[in-house]
């Protein structure tokens, strides 16, 4: 058997297993974020955000959670073993924030420009 029909079974066999990978696995699913920085960011988007007491932001939910989509996760100034809430400082160009995330509540608790 030639190198070209060696090469020629092998594409079909992986062509073939990844169709069927495709097919049984992957298809009509929704994956969750697989990255740290894209689960933390998902995470906060999902709850409700509480804006801690005398903090002051003149913006609505929503251009929050661009701002955060849009926001770079900052493991090294973050609090992430404290037991029972979390800490994740988030950066942009603009601005920082930083969030605590409870298993009762998620909440803004420092907002600042840069």
Do not use: H
């Not at 969750?32 to 955000?49: F, G, H, K, M, N």
């Not at 400082?89 to 995330?101: N, P, S, V, Y």
């Amino acid at each position: 058997m030639s190198f070209i029909q060696r090469l020629g079974y092998f594409v079909f066999g992986a062509a073939l297993g990844s169709l069927i990978v495709y097919a049984l696995l992957i298809r009509d699913r929704e994956f969750p974020a697989w990255l740290p920085e894209d689960r933390v960011i998902e995470e906060l988007s999902e709850d409700t955000i509480a804006i801690a007491d005398g903090l002051q932001i003149n913006f609505s939910d929503s251009v929050l959670k661009q701002k955060m989509k849009d926001a770079d996760v900052l493991f090294r100034e973050s609090i992430v073993r404290n037991e029972p809430c979390r800490e994740y400082q988030l950066e942009t160009d603009e601005e920082q924030m930083r969030f605590r995330i409870c298993k009762d509540k998620t909440e803004l608790i420092q907002f600042e420009p840069k």
